[in-house]
């Protein structure tokens, strides 16, 4: 099944099964440019619709996976062919199989040194035949970018996963694809911390059911304010859908 790039309130969203999502990463493997994989909630959607670079980052990316119930159901709402949602973490880990099994290395980027450290030994007992070539912590300074851009384009890794302490998450990449090596990037905050165990991953039941929106909240009260967007959202949908489509 190829992969297909559906539009949900003007922002692009890829349809993509898991099967295609390992011919995808197959095909980018073989690229020789930087390619980027990037996840998307309903409320990246929401902040894509602005002109900004991040908007940009988005729709020049090579692969979109929507990790929202509500992403699906709008384009449902919208008659548009419906996405695979992707769980975050299990696309991961069936990227880092795929690797594994071609012989294809890896680097970490992100998070604080501890956890950093303890997430590179879990995955490297986990994922015994995955090269990881290297590892560099997140919340550095300025000065030492080069130095990481560097040792990412010296190690020439398949894949470059970016945690936690990356600034500027997705954008990390695109706005300095000239100077990187032909990897695949893919931005995860989570990922460290889920890896070295600092960070408690969402179950699956609740994923499923859609309901992980309850988890941040429980984490940050002040995500109930999300509900003013999401009602943005929903008059949007019914506004494309007299008028637009």
Not at 31 to 49: G, H, N, Q, Y
Not at 134 to 155: C, H, P, S, W
Not at 162 to 187: H, M, N, T, V
Request: charged fraction near 30%.
């Amino acid at each position: 099944m190829e992969v297909k790039r559906i539009s949900v309130l003007g922002v692009p969203v890829d349809v993509c099964s898991l099967s295609a999502l390992e011919e995808k990463v197959l095909e980018m493997l073989e690229s020789s440019s930087p390619k980027r994989i990037m996840f998307i909630s309903v409320w990246d959607l929401l902040r894509a619709r602005r002109k900004n670079e991040y908007s940009e980052c988005l729709r020049s990316a090579d692969l979109i996976l929507p990790v929202s119930k509500s992403i699906l159901k709008g384009a449902k709402f919208l008659k548009k062919e419906i996405p695979v949602r992707h769980n975050q973490f299990k696309s991961l880990i069936r990227i880092l199989s795929l690797l594994e099994s071609r012989n294809k290395s890896f680097y970490i980027f992100g998070g604080r040194n501890k956890s950093l450290n303890q997430a590179f030994r879990n995955i490297k007992s986990t994922f015994t035949g995955l090269p990881i070539v290297g590892r560099y912590v997140g919340y550095y300074k300025k000065e030492v970018e080069k130095d990481i851009i560097q040792a990412i384009n010296k190690a020439s890794p398949s894949l470059v996963l970016l945690s936690d302490g990356i600034k500027e998450k997705d954008c990390w990449a695109y706005s300095r694809q000239s100077e990187l090596p032909p990897s695949i990037f893919l931005y995860y905050r989570d990922s460290v911390g889920i890896f070295s165990k600092r960070v408690k991953r969402v179950s699956e039941k609740t994923f499923d059911r859609g309901l992980e929106i309850w988890s941040e909240i429980l984490k940050n009260p002040l995500k109930l304010f999300l509900l003013f967007p999401y009602i943005g959202y929903i008059m949007s949908l019914i506004w494309y859908r007299l008028f637009k489509e």
